[in-house]
């Protein structure tokens, strides 16, 4: 009796939690896609937070993930409404993957086309971050934003001294001298340390063009932005990175301005939506699982995952 009891009570649990979940799901969908009075237009406020790649990551420092897939979803939203007169791209995202920061670029860089665009930085718009708001016509930013960072960054992890504590020994198969460049299970020659750096310096030169072709000459100081150090937003003001600091309030009044919008016109949040209930109980967004040795990011600071498993040896317990 006690064991059915005790089966039933926890059917009786999971299915109230089930309920429960798709319960404030709905309703967070239903609250987040309600209409806003346009009175003959409104401004759009495209969410644009976490880090970017091109797929969800189980973990993540900034406790979500952007993907171009997300973005393209969002503009789409905004594009088909003829009330969306002008936009703010809130963005708060230390940047990521090299590839997706210029895929989402460019689905932004099209979105202005159509209409006024204002980026909005708010904590985080380093490196990649910084990359997707060059899409925008004006760039705002919080004072104490961080931001800049113009440039690209790979940590080669070297897993040999690891595997040899563990008693692990790879044994590796190519085709090509050149195959395994990067394998974590043996020390780079000098000939692949160049490639490499090659690849991150060919990688921030796209970067650095994609700045001069948004900001040309408002950028003061090349030699200094170059560094690939970030800025408080104040000091990205100074340099050009930026055209203003303010709060949110300032990027909407001025996305209202370039539509030619009244002052009092209506703002609208647009966000991702959010996970499904499958994906809120068992986690049903597919994820990257293979891993690699040496990626081309566009982030700052650089993962912490990264810099932890950067260890050469490890120490035998004492």
Do not use: H
């Amino acid at each position: 009796m006690r064991v059915e009891l005790f089966k039933k009570t926890w059917f009786i649990v999971l299915v109230t939690a089930i309920v429960t979940a798709g319960v404030v799901s709905g309703i967070w969908l239903i609250a987040s896609r309600m209409s806003v009075p346009t009175y003959g237009g409104y401004v759009a406020i495209i969410k644009l937070s976490g880090n970017i790649a091109y797929q969800r990551s189980p973990i993540s420092a900034f406790g979500a993930t952007l993907t171009p897939d997300d973005v393209e979803e969002l503009v789409k939203e905004v594009e088909l409404d003829p009330y969306a007169k002008g936009v703010v791209l809130f963005i708060n995202s230390p940047g990521g993957s090299a590839s997706a920061s210029e895929e989402i670029y460019n689905i932004l860089r099209k979105l202005s086309e159509t209409r006024p665009v204002v980026a909005y930085i708010s904590e985080y718009g380093t490196s990649g971050g910084y990359y997707i708001s060059l899409a925008a016509d004006e760039i705002i930013a919080s004072p104490t934003s961080m931001t800049g960072s113009i440039g690209a960054v790979s940590i080669y992890v070297n897993l040999q001294g690891l595997a040899e504590k563990l008693g692990l020994r790879a044994e590796t198969f190519k085709s090509g001298r050149l195959k395994d460049i990067g394998n974590p299970f043996r020390e780079l020659t000098d000939e692949e340390r160049r490639i490499l750096q090659s690849m991150v310096d060919s990688t921030a030169k796209i970067f650095a063009e994609r700045v001069k072709e948004a900001r040309g000459d408002k950028i003061k100081d090349w030699s200094e932005i170059l560094t690939a150090r970030p800025y408080i937003g104040l000091e990205a003001k100074d340099l050009g990175l930026i055209d203003d600091v303010g709060n949110l309030d300032k990027a909407i009044s001025e996305a209202r301005r370039l539509a030619g919008l009244p002052e009092e016109s209506p703002y609208k949040w647009i966000k991702p939506k959010p996970p499904s209930l499958l994906d809120l109980l068992f986690g049903g967004e597919s994820v990257r699982s293979i891993g690699v040795s040496f990626e081309l990011l566009y982030m700052w600071p650089p993962p912490v995952s990264s810099i932890q498993l950067c260890l050469e040896e490890v120490k035998s317990p004492s």
